[in-house]
């Protein structure tokens, strides 16, 4: 029996186990890295307000559907609202300015909708329940087949349930060996709420090398995914596979759509190659004993208060 490439997000909608990244693609560098990604199989795109690369990801979209013979429909696309932190001198959004930031992001990347809209992160406790109005009302308009959050935390989620409003589809986090978040897994589960995963490859020595792009409490990590003795090395050796291979498919067969971002060919198509093997049981309960806490992709505050 074929394996399930998708899983389901919401009435009528599937979501593909493999995305593209592209945060840290330049504007004029998205095109060509995802209709590359496109080409080489790919068909979900991760993009946001805050990278500053729709129009790039967009014509690069744009260009594949014609050079492949693809649909629209046979695309997933995700942007998010940057929802904008007081704390950070900027003005949070209000429901009106949320629809408008939709508006303004289809239209950068030249599209009538997206597959999923997700706010960012849980900045505003006073415009968080305005700014998911806002996408509830953007779903409504269909300018948005799903709607989701990200950087969530369980008491984030808990506060949309307390004003009665509908419940995310997924919450995009940071999940990988190292940050796993078992309990916030089990109350998503728990609310049929899908987990996406970013920074998928933050044990890897190489995640985000270059300069200006590494988080500064991932410099010891480094060092620790160099050694020849690391255990994403021993697996990858065991299943004839790469490092990043193993990091991804472990999210995959945790039930968590991945994005892997990369801007290298061949990279691109080896991260792409996640249905060819499978981590046996044994494996997978080792890497259960490996979870260290947090992410360090970035914070956005304590993940157990709804700060
Ligand atoms: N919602 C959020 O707050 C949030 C936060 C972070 C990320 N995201 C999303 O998740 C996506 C992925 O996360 P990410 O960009 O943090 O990191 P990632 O995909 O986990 O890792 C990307 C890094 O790993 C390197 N890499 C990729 N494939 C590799 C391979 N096969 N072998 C060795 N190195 C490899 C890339 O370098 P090269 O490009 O040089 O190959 C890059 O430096 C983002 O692009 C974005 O779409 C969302």
New binding site residues.
């Given amino acids: 029996m074929t394996e399930q490439r998708t899983r389901t997000l919401a009435p009528e909608v599937e979501i593909p186990y493999l995305g593209f ?4 693609i330049a504007d004029g560098e998205a095109a060509d890295a995802v209709s590359e990604a496109i080409r080489a199989g790919y068909r979900h795109i ?3 307000e805050v990278y500053q690369n729709e129009a790039g990801v967009g014509s690069g979209i744009r260009r594949a559907l014609a050079s492949e013979g693809l649909t629209r429909r046979d695309l997933f696309v995700t942007t ?1 609202l940057w929802p904008g932190n007081a704390a950070w001198g900027q003005t949070p959004k209000t429901t009106e300015t949320t629809i408008t930031s939709l508006h303004e992001s289809l239209e950068r990347m030249g599209l009538d909708y997206v597959d999923l809209y ?1 706010i ?2 849980p900045f505003d406790r006073a415009q968080r329940l305005a700014q998911w109005r806002g996408l509830v009302e953007l779903q409504k308009q269909k300018r948005a087949r799903a709607i989701g959050v ?2 969530f935390s369980q008491a984030h989620i808990e506060e949309l349930k307390a004003a009665g409003l509908p419940l995310p589809a997924a919450n ?1 986090i ?1 999940l990988h060996p190292w940050s796993q978040k078992p309990q916030l897994v089990e109350y998503l589960a728990k609310n049929g709420i899908v987990p996406i995963a ?5 044990p ?1 020595s ?5 300069p200006g ?1 590494d988080s500064a409490k991932t410099v010891e990590m480094k060092a620790e995914s160099s050694r020849a003795d690391s255990p994403f090395k021993a697996l990858a050796a065991k299943y004839g596979v ?3 291979q193993v990091l991804l498919r472990w999210g995959i067969q945790k039930g968590y759509p991945v ?6 060919p061949e ?1 691109v198509r ?2 792409a190659d996640l249905f060819s093997f499978t981590i046996d049981a044994g494996d997978m309960a080792k890497i259960a004993e490996m979870d260290r806490g947090d992410g360090v ?2 914070s956005v505050g304590d993940p157990t208060k709804a700060a």
């Fill in positions: 990244g592209t945060y840290l991760d993009t946001a998010k997700l960012h992160a990200s950087n995009q940071e970013y920074s998928s490859l933050v890897l190489t995640w985000r090398s270059a792009h790469t490092e990043a994005l892997p971002k990369s801007t290298n990279r080896k991260n992709a970035w």
